[in-house]
């Protein structure tokens, strides 16, 4: 074989994983919130670290297939860690960042050796029964997490010495959508490698896997850590931008809305998560202005309608609308 | 005589009471192209999975080489050259064929664990995957999705991802299923002109395609293997004959 031979395929499979320009106009996009609604960056700032939870349980989900109910267990591992080390005196924000993804990725290298052993409905009841153990761990040591009254006392140092976290939430936002900017590049390189093929390898034919050679167990492992590592930073980022932290960010709510929120966009496909986040907490901010008690029941109709109408979600639905969409299913 | 490709000694499985494979001993010289062949439920299937590690025996060895797998995973199987493909398509629907070789060929490479590497870099990989498509002339479709593919075309993607593995055995189970009879032929000298170096065994019903492109061939009844023989022999036997048609009057 001559290389010429390879040169159509190998720009082929360029081509897949190529920027596309609405990608660049989607990500100055979300700079407009610092200018237009100036007011609003508290609410971007959750959008982004939920975004950034959602994208880290689409390379688990939408990627490898791996279905979990209990994801909300990393957020919130990394959410305490976070904020335990800002409440013992140490509130540089990047530092325990850091070391939250650190105890949230050891946290999911552990129990990936339980879960790339099942698939499922006994992964759903596994990762459920993962997520439960955690937060109820979390409920009854309240000595050390505080309990149902949530985690006091974190006090956080000024973003790189210089900006502080205010009301306003501009420090907030920057460097929530930072962070989220910085992981979606990782994560999009990481779906277009050789092992990113592999993990979509393993969502489309498991029983195929091992019979072309191939170890899913130990891809699994390998993914769950490197999300679990992800949510860790989403959890931390909460933690730190809201210098506090509830049992909520380790229940089961957390776990099936970050689910919602990615069937919703579409999982799969990198941006469902983001999109899904953005609709899905805009419509709570409006709807439960005008009625909170029904804000699940208009979630509730959306999740059918979408599940329904868009089975890809609804980023799968624009990309049939449009020739030049992603077509990565 | 060298060692044998592949060899099985004493290999047993039951379900309960029911015996789906007895005491099978089987040699596969290098560059074999056997046919193994029996009715229905006779436990053709059962024997590739237990030799590839599908299903564990309940009692015996198997030899790649001389060197003993018995206890080794399907996948470690596989990297040492003992592979199969499936009777019913079992490929990746949404993958491109040229990305579904293209992964047989990166875990095959030790690639597929990278995870901060693009894809396009490993050109030789790519390379690789696509020149096994045009050997199955599949180089036209391959990017497409496997299933938008036609199905004869799906059942060369079966060869092709098993070739990417670099097989020293390969099992082919019914790899001309589904597929009409015309075009099987062509299916099959797909198959009679892989290299020489792998030991071919496939499952095949139609006995014209056996009897064309087999040089020896097994036959299988009840978990047992009845005999092993040229075509020329497997036609003459009289047990072989009291099978088929036997089995055909009570059909």
């Known amino acids: 074989m001559t290389s010429s031979a390879a040169a159509e395929p190998q720009r082929y499979l360029e081509a897949q994983i190529r920027w596309r320009p609405l990608e ?30 959602a994208l880290s349980l689409d390379l688990i989900l939408g990627y490898a297939g791996i279905v979990s109910l209990g994801h909300a267990a990393y957020f919130g591992f990394g959410s305490y860690t976070a904020g335990l080390i800002a409440k013992w005196g140490w509130g540089e924000p990047l530092s325990g960042l850091i070391i939250a993804a650190a105890a949230a990725g050891l946290l999911g290298y552990l129990t990936s050796f339980i879960i790339a052993r099942f698939r ?66 990782v994560a999009r390189r990481l779906i277009n490698s050789p092992f ?7 969502r489309e034919n498991a029983v ?17 850590t490197i999300a679990a590592v992800i949510a860790g930073v989403a959890g931390a980022l909460l933690a730190q931008t809201t210098e506090t932290v509830s049992l909520e960010t380790l229940s089961f709510q957390r776990s099936a809305d970050v689910l919602v929120i990615l069937i919703l966009g579409g999982a799969g496909r990198l941006y469902g998560g983001i999109v899904g986040a953005i609709i899905y907490m805009v419509a709570r901010d409006q709807l439960s202005d ?3 008690q029904y804000w699940y029941f208009w979630i509730g109709t959306l999740l059918v309608a979408v599940v329904i109408f868009l089975p890809n979600g609804i980023l799968g639905g624009l990309a049939r609308l449009m020739p030049s969409g992603r077509s990565r299913a | ?13 039951s379900f309960g009471s029911l015996v789906v494979a007895k005491n099978i001993e089987l040699d596969l010289p290098r560059g074999a192209r056997y046919a193994l062949i029996g009715p229905n439920g006779a436990g053709k299937t059962t024997l590739i999975n237990l030799i590839t590690g599908m299903l ?48 047989a060929v990166c875990e095959r490479r030790g690639y597929a664990g990278t995870w901060w590497q693009k894809l396009p870099a490993y050109a030789d990989a790519i390379e690789e995957a696509y020149s096994i498509l045009l050997s199955l002339r599949l180089g036209a479709s391959c990017y497409r999705p496997t299933r938008e593919l036609a199905y004869g075309q799906q059942r060369l993607l079966e060869i092709a991802l098993a070739l990417a593995t670099n097989p020293k055995v390969l099992l082919l189970d019914e790899p001309a299923a589904g597929v009409p009879q015309g075009e099987s032929a062509e299916l099959f000298s797909v198959i009679a002109d892989l290299s020489e170096d792998i030991a071919v065994l496939f499952i095949e019903h ?36 009291e099978v088929y048609l036997g089995g055909a009057h009570h059909g």
């Open chain 1, 196 to 202: 990113g093929l592999a993990l979509r390898g393993i």
């Open chain 2, 206 to 241: 139609d006995m014209n395609v056996v009897f064309r492109f087999a040089r020896r061939i097994i036959v299988m009844v009840g978990g047992r293997i009845l005999v092993e023989g040229t075509p020329k022999e497997i036609a003459a036997d009289a047990r072989v004959r």
């Open chain 1, 24 to 53: 660049i106009v989607f990500w100055l996009a979300t700079l407009l919130p610092f200018v237009l609604t100036p007011s609003y960056l508290v609410l971007a700032s959750q959008i982004a670290i939920t975004a950034l939870f």
């Open chain 1, 208 to 224: 195929r896997m091992p019979a072309i050679g191939a170890p899913s167990p130990a891809h699994i492992r390998k993914i769950y």
């Open chain 2, 56 to 103: 564990k025996p309940d009692g015996g060895r198997i030899l790649l080489e001389g060197e003993e797998v018995t206890a080794l995973r399907p996948e470690e199987r596989v990297k040492r050259g003992l592979v199969r493909t499936f009777q019913i398509n079992t490929l990746f629907p949404h993958l491109s064929a040229l990305e579904a070789v293209t992964l």
């Open chain 2, 1 to 13: 005589m060298s060692t044998a490709a592949l060899s099985t000694r004493g290999l047993d499985k």
């Open chain 1, 290 to 292: 005008i009625n909170p």
């Open chain 1, 120 to 185: 499922h409905l006994a992964l759903i009841m596994i990762t459920l029964g993962l997520g439960l153990l955690l937060a109820e761990a979390a409920n009854s040591a309240s000595w050390l997490t505080g309990g149902a009254d949530g985690l006091q006392g974190v006090r956080m140092w000024n973003l790189l010495g210089i900006f502080p976290f205010d009301l306003y939430g501009t420090a907030a936002y920057g460097y929530a959508l930072a962070m989220l900017f910085l992981l979606f590049l």
